[in-house]
C-alpha cells in the first residue's frame, strides 16, 4: 500500500518560512513525478507546484514563483516543499501528491495524481 504523510506545516507570521516535507512508504518514487496542492475554503484544491522524478525540472503556480521550492531527496523517498516570504493567501491545508506511472510527465492536474496525502495545515497571520 503506497502512503503518503507530509509534515512541516504550522502557524507562521507573514513574511516567515516553512518547509514542508512528504515521505512516501510502499513504492520508490525514484521513477514518478511529483507535486504539491493545497485547499482553501474558498479556491478548493489548487496547484502549486510539481517535480520531475529526476529533480531536473520544476513547475509553480505564478502565485507561488521566486517564495517556493521543490525539492526531492530520491534516496530518502522524500519531497520537499521551501516556502518564503509567506502570505496570508498561502493559508491551506498543503497535500503531497503522487503518479503512479513509471517516467510520466509532470502536471498540473490534480486528476493525473493517482496518490495523495492526508494533508499538513499552514496558516500564515498577518
Known amino acids: 500500500q503506497v502512503r503518503l504523510v507530509e509534515s512541516g506545516g504550522g502557524l507562521v507570521q507573514a513574511g516567515g518560512s516553512l518547509r514542508l516535507s512528504c515521505v512516501v512508504s510502499?513504492?520508490?518514487?525514484?521513477?514518478?513525478?511529483m507535486g504539491w496542492f493545497r485547499q482553501t475554503p474558498g479556491k478548493g484544491r489548487e496547484f502549486v507546484a510539481t517535480?520531475?522524478?529526476?529533480?531536473?525540472?520544476?513547475y509553480y503556480t505564478n502565485s507561488v514563483k521566486g517564495r517556493f521550492s521543490i525539492s526531492r531527496d530520491n534516496a530518502e523517498n522524500t519531497v520537499f516543499l521551501q516556502m518564503v516570504n509567506l502570505k496570508p493567501e498561502d493559508t491551506g491545508v498543503y497535500f503531497c501528491?503522487?503518479?503512479?506511472?513509471?517516467?510520466?510527465?509532470?502536471?498540473?492536474?490534480?486528476?493525473?495524481?493517482?496518490?495523495w496525502g492526508q494533508g499538513t495545515q499552514v496558516t500564515v497571520s498577518s
Open positions: 501528491a503522487a503518479r503512479r506511472s513509471a517516467y510520466s510527465g509532470t502536471t498540473a492536474a490534480a486528476a493525473s495524481y493517482d496518490y
Open positions: 510502499g513504492r520508490t518514487i525514484t521513477t514518478i513525478p
Open positions: 517535480i520531475d522524478y529526476s529533480g531536473s525540472y520544476t
